[in-house]
């Protein structure tokens, strides 16, 4: 094993500091390409017209799940070390929800908010002002102990799909590529559904 | 960079660009390309760092950064704030990640012409409600993103790919969340 390189020691927290840096270069810089500093490109997800939020999203998983997976493998990448966020299975319903209902509403994310902001988008300067506030509310109303207890409830700790379903990892992964392009056939097709409508 | 002054700055860019606009601005990556570009640098730090990228995070930094010279108690007594306590807010993987964003898209939108002062909404709302949809819109998704402990980036985008189970409980909420909305709120939009 040498990687995750952070983890094994190989530079220290200044570095990789200059990292963060360095890799949110490439991650606004892809964001930007692929038009979410735009959140009308964004939101014609929701409406079935420009399906690219999808596109790219399933895009990126599937590329650096296998290039992860493979690493793993190779006994070059030891996914044990990489963080993985606890799973509190109805909060992050609920959170999804209410993030969901925000990305229509708002027409950005908190990433692609920063795409825009960089590219000029007045509102997304108001998106990223409403970020704060939001922030500001939510470390207010978790005060709360009924909130408080939500956020902790239904707790499962830091599990994966395969662990939890006890299958092998390579078949969720496999499982996880065929729905991806399973997915990416049918919005083409949805995409060009809307465009027949579109010019009727 | 590009900065219109007439009142034609408030228009949106269109996505289909007009013949004048198509001139100006360069079209947007091919979607599977840019994914594959999107993953190879989430890959990156997986490799490199042992974590997945992030947004929200750096946002509620700032916040108790804030909070925290303002009415330090205040902010302690707070869960939420208090975790992000244990240091300086700001010295943080996230928010340097962050202003690597805003580097990253600005040189980007600037080979491509796409950068410019305007308003993105569709063509029968006004500015005035855009902009108060923005934000409001921003508030509720930090409220979601805290629930969730992490947005599309930290939870769909770096979970899903690690195949973590909440990670793929919250995608498919976020999905369904923002389509039973979209039709109430076309005329932002449409």
Redo the contacts between chains.
Sequence with gaps: MIAPLFRYGLFGDETSLIVAFLIGIGFGFFLERAGFGSARKLVAQFYLTDLAVFKVMFTAIVTAMLGATYLAWMGLLDLSLVNLVPTYVVPQIAGGLVLGFGFVIGGYCPGTSMAAVATGRIDGVFFGLGLLAGSFVFGEVIRLPAVASFFTSTELGETTIPTYVNLPYGLVVFAVVLMALGGFWAAGLLERKAAACATR | ?T?KTSAAAWE????KAEPAERELAAP??N??L????????????????????G??G???R???FV?GGLAPEH?K?????ASYLDGPPL?D?????????????????LL?R?????????PHASVGL????????????????????????????S????????????????????????YF??R???
């Design positions: 960079m900065t949106p860019v269109p996505v947007y990556m979607p599977y840019a994914g594959v570009g999107l993953g190879l640098v989430l890959l990156a730090a997986f490799v490199v760092m042992g974590r997945g990228l947004a929200s750096a946002f509620n700032l916040v108790v909070l902010a007594a707070s869960p939420f704030f010295k993987w996230l928010v340097f990640e962050v202003l690597g964003v805003l580097a990253g898209a600005f040189i980007s939108g491509a796409r950068v410019m002062v305007t308003v993105e909404k569709g855009r902009l108060a949809m923005a934000f409001a819109g921003g508030l509720l998704m930090a409220i979601g993103a805290a629930l969730a402990r992490g947005c599309t980036s930290g939870q769909a985008l979970g899903g790919a690690l195949l973590n189970l909440g990670s793929w409980a919250f995608m498919l909420s976020v999905f369904a969340g923002a389509y039973a909305l979209a709120v076309r932002e939009w449409r």
